[in-house]
């Protein structure tokens, strides 16, 4: 029985873009007025010519007029010494007229930008995208099918960057999600035409004559036929599975051989997931990227240490896509993302200043929660309070217990400010985000009411703090990364901002929720903050049971507690006094240069690898009591045989 979901996406296969126009007749997606074409211009492996050439012949026949062709240059492009899109446009073939004689013009869509149309829960909240792509009527992507050794594989989301400027500190899994969310492409076509296979065939093409395309109406339907394409999950690429929570899976059928096309493959799951280990840290990911393949043809020529890097590091990628062949590259990826997380413990623990901040979207709906929901968070609370009034304090004057597993506390201290000058410089609302260790999130107001001299602002937030404790960094530990539903109360007395956990995107937490309080005595300001917080232990520590152990637990606890809110009452005075109090630096920026310092971390493990490799073989010339002088080993590892003169 033929189903009844839409079509929203057709695989054509054993032709060429011949099958784009037969495509766009089935799905009959609304293409008219002004149309953008974002392409794929990454070198070394862009889309083909002939394909973007025939999605600008099909615009115009069905009446698209004007249709401009563009991309944006990106971190990774200027990277490996590209800073042109009109010149890696002329290296793709992309010369302003198709064969068949229609005229488009080649854009840099970073050039022209406008505020995001996006509400504040977003992570382009406040940022700038392309106005090309915001103001035309008909937008199309095209990208791709190629494997990727961070991602799994790219097609059309990785492309779709391209609409606005990388945003400094945030996830471009996140960026993705919000711009398929908010400013979607009407059109998604994937160029299967040669798919570049391989460990990382974005990078070191190992072009398939594949003969494929995949026009959707729907870019996460495009996305997973690629996917399938390549034989891999589609949620191996995490812009996919972000995008995937965002807005959820495609809603209609797929027409179309979604077999894995022959000679499909890709890098071993254990050098890729070394590899996305390495990537977590943005600078390192960097560095992976421009070192792998390349130089790119009309590249700026690029750093020494670069090029020495992608010397050593190229051919044990090309080597990465067998069961054994995966493994010195996985062993190099291996140390670097072990320098990564002990360099990541030591900041966490000794010296916060150096720890990036973070952007984030919200992560949830704050309209899917009622309003009762919102108000009735002080009776939620109401149980927690009345249990920690009738506890003793401890020597530095926190009250806690255990409930459920859970740690339920309250710590105060009295601060000589006039009430009504605390709150006007410290604003509750924003309590959480003057705690210790805060790296960043965001916060947006849902609705106000005012009754009875008291008003109360329901708003919704995202908070990221370093681990908690700050050591189980150097054991795997995640931040805490928790979104919340709150309210604010304001009287003329006391101000109060309660809040609940309703998600932890990183499952780092499963109780976090609590009150701040601040409240007017005769000797100034009284602050408050209560909580119920249980927040999950790293994976290594998974065999601990620090419950069955009180008089190790209990002080560990007690003093975790002390230092951590002890700075954040140093931070509200520090707010109040107008002095600086937060943690971390500003991100990197994506235009700056290529650290030499992460430059030299990778140099530095694959340079290890390559002694080791020597040793071993020395060791084992010697056991055999001989030593071959017509064989040496190179700095990948290889051995040369020298053959008869």
Not at 531 to 542: I, K, M
Not at 621 to 639: M, V, W
């Amino acid at each position: 029985m033929p189903s009844r979901e839409p079509l929203v996406c057709i695989v054509a296969g054993g032709g060429d873009v011949d099958a784009l126009g037969p495509a766009l007749t089935a799905l009959d997606p609304p293409l008219s007025d002004a149309a953008v074409v974002l392409v794929r211009l990454r070198q070394p492996t862009p889309v083909s010519a002939a394909v973007v050439h025939a999605v600008v012949d099909q615009l115009r026949h069905r009446g698209c007029d004007p249709v401009v062709v563009g991309s944006s240059i990106s971190s990774y492009d200027r990277d490996r010494g590209h800073r042109s899109v009109s010149e890696l446009a002329r290296q793709a073939g992309l010369g302003g007229r198709t064969p068949a004689g229609a005229a488009y013009d080649v854009v840099d869509l970073g050039a022209d930008l406008v505020g995001a149309p996006v509400p504040g829960t977003s992570v382009l909240s406040g940022r700038l995208v392309s106005r090309c792509w915001v103001e035309s009527p008909t937008r199309v992507v095209v990208g791709r099918a190629v494997t990727d050794l961070t991602e799994g594989y790219a097609a059309c989301l990785r492309t779709l960057l391209g609409a606005a400027p990388e945003v400094a500190g945030a996830d471009p899994a996140d960026v993705g999600a919000d711009l398929l969310t908010h400013l979607p492409p009407t059109l998604a076509v994937v160029d299967a035409l040669a798919a570049s296979v391989g460990p990382d065939g974005g990078r070191l093409p190992q072009p398939l004559d594949s003969r494929a395309l995949v026009v959707a109406t729907d870019l996460l339907a495009a996305d997973s036929a690629t996917a399938a394409l390549l034989g891999l999950d589609r949620s191996a690429a995490p812009l996919f599975e972000r995008a995937l929570l965002a807005v959820g899976p495609p809603t209609g059928r797929t027409e179309g051989r979604l077999a894995s096309l022959d000679g499909a493959h890709a890098a071993h799951p254990l050098a890729r997931a070394a590899a996305g280990s390495v990537a977590a840290e943005p600078r390192l990911a960097r560095v992976l990227s421009a070192a792998t393949g390349g130089p790119d043809d009309a590249a700026e020529p690029g750093d020494p240490v670069l090029t020495t890097l992608r010397d050593l590091l190229t051919p044990l990628v090309v080597a990465a896509d067998d069961p054994a062949g995966h493994l010195p590259l996985t062993a190099v990826l291996g140390a670097v993302g072990a320098a990564r997380l002990g360099a990541l413990g030591w900041s966490t623990t000794f010296d916060k200043d150096t720890v990036d901040r973070r952007e984030v979207p919200l992560g949830f709906d704050p309209a899917a929660y009622p309003v009762d929901r919102y108000d009735g968070l002080p009776a939620f609370f109401a149980p927690f309070d009345a249990l920690v009034e009738e506890l003793p304090e401890n020597a530095d004057g926190m009250r806690w217990r255990l409930v459920d597993g859970a740690t339920v506390f309250e710590v105060a201290r009295d601060v000589r400010a006039d009430f009504d000058q605390w709150v006007a410089r410290v604003d509750v609302a924003a309590g959480i985000s003057l705690m210790a260790d805060y790296l960043g999130g965001r916060r947006v107001t849902v609705s106000s009411t005012a009754r009875g001299g008291t008003t109360r602002t329901r708003q919704a937030e995202r908070n990221l703090y370093l681990p908690q404790p700050n050591y189980l960094a150097t054991w795997g530990g995640e931040p805490i990364d928790v979104c919340k539903i709150e309210l604010v109360e304001r009287s003329t007395d006391t101000h109060r901002l309660t809040w609940r956990t309703v998600s932890s995107p990183n499952g780092s937490a499963d109780y976090d929720d609590g009150s701040l309080t601040f409240s007017r005595t005769p000797g100034g300001t009284r602050v408050v903050v209560r909580g119920r917080q249980l927040f999950a232990l790293p994976d290594s520590w998974s065999g601990v049971d620090l419950a069955s152990v009180p008089e190790l637990r209990n002080p560990l606890l007690e003093e975790a507690y002390r230092r951590f809110f002890t700075t954040t009452f140093d931070n509200l005075e520090a707010c109040f006094e107008g002095r600086e109090f937060r943690i971390g630096r500003p991100p990197m920026d994506p235009a700056e240069p290529l650290l030499t310092r992460a430059l030299d971390l990778v140099l530095g493990a694959v340079s290890d690898w390559a002694v080791d490799q020597r040793a071993s073989a020395s060791q084992a010339e010697s056991a055999g009591g001989t030593r071959d002088s017509g064989t040496e080993l190179d700095a990948h590892g290889f051995r040369h045989v020298r053959g008869p003169r």
